[in-house]
């Protein structure tokens, strides 16, 4: 049988007995020491960088999000202020002796204007929009309403369509190819 490498360095005289004895102990408090501390610190050091990362990542998804909701905000506030301009440099004065009826909110609301004005928001150059700064009414010409009804449409409430026709009329057209005869004596 071959001789262990220790034995091989003793029998040519390279190591003596007290330093092979000293290597013996040394070997056998490392086996029965595991090498786990070393395993044990390498896990911590992964589980910390880990938790780091993790960490990092967390702050930065945190950030962002604020970020966004921050850019959110700062636009509404944008739209906001640009439809405040809008209703203050093109609100039309009202006031006069006639009521004019619209509906908002599924409630039928009215404001008093004169009759240039009905007429004007009757035939649909005109619209009727909602103040926010001080929920009141406020009539404006209707590239405007339409204009911040794009911005926003909670402030957006009528634009009267002159397109829309009544029961009555169309009544009548459904008629108008029947002549009626003047010659009838009753």
Do not use: C
């Not at 049988?1 to 007290?18: H, I, N, R």
């Not at 966004?68 to 906001?80: I, P, T």
Request: zero cysteines; glycine letters at 4%.
């Amino acid at each position: 049988m071959a001789l262990s490498l220790q034995d091989q360095l003793k029998k040519s005289g390279l190591v003596d007995e007290k330093k092979a004895k000293q290597l013996e102990r040394a070997k056998r408090r490392d086996s029965k020491q595991p090498p786990q501390k070393k395993t044990v610190q390498k896990n911590a050091k992964q589980e910390a960088e880990l938790a780091r990362k993790k960490q990092r990542q967390e702050q930065i998804e945190r950030d962002r999000k604020l970020n966004e909701e921050r850019n959110r905000d700062g636009e509404w506030r944008a739209k906001m202020a640009q439809i405040r301009q809008l209703i203050e440099a093109n609100a039309v004065k009202v006031g006069g002796e006639l009521k004019f009826n619209f509906k908002h909110d599924s409630k039928v609301k009215q404001l008093w204007v004169d009759a240039r004005t009905r007429e004007q928001l009757s035939g649909g150059t005109l619209g009727i929009v909602e103040s926010k700064a001080d929920g009141k009414y406020v009539v404006v010409p209707v590239d405007v309403a339409h204009k911040i009804q794009e911005r926003s449409a909670e402030h957006f409430v009528a634009i009267a369509n002159p397109k829309q026709l009544t029961k009555l009329e169309l009544e009548e057209q459904a008629y108008a190819d029947f002549a009626i005869p003047d010659d009838l004596d009753w």
